[in-house]
């Protein structure tokens, strides 16, 4: 699940001191309001969130639809970097061929690793530590903390 976007929630509702309850009140007028028991899942990670929910909370936070979606949007691409093949110590050739497979199995990005480890010159224990340091930081781009730039 997201646990870096949960926990991006979590400080947007720290920062303006709001207590789930209070989440709950300022979403009631919402087709879809948020339950108490359903952001603490959301903020655990446990959850993932739905878009009529990420609106009303968007609202609630006072934060642009935008970069919640951006924020939800590159926790996605994190979440699949973590389930991407690890490349330590394989050949050019094995690389080429396990990216045959993939790409005959419709494993996109697998199939793209090979190809974008290669093309770049990059060595199969260099794309294992990007990965690593991708997944440890939780955002692929943008400001340190994973908030949102003003």
């Known amino acids: 699940m997201l646990i870096a976007f949960g926990k991006y929630l979590k400080i947007l509702r ?19 309001p948020v339950g108490k028991g359903y952001l603490s899942r959301v903020e655990r990670g446990l959850a993932r969130i739905g878009f009529s929910k990420m609106v009303a909370l968007s609202r609630a936070y006072e934060i642009s639809l935008d970069a919640f979606g951006e924020k939800f949007s590159l926790d996605l691409e994190v979440d699949e970097l973590k389930n991407a093949p690890n490349t330590n110590g394989k050949t ?9 497979a993939f790409s005959q199995r419709g494993m996109k990005w697998h199939c793209h690793a090979r190809h974008l480890i290669h093309s770049t010159g990059h060595t199969a ?23 949102p730039s003003p």
């Open 92 to 100: 050019f050739g094995e690389l080429t061929e396990e990216g045959i």
């Open 125 to 147: 224990t260099r794309a294992s530590n990007l990965r690593e340091r991708y997944s440890l930081t939780g955002s692929l781009r943008g400001r340190q903390d994973g908030m």
């Open 14 to 32: 720290g920062r303006r001191n709001l207590s789930l309850s209070d989440v709950v009140t300022l979403t009631k007028s919402y087709p879809e």
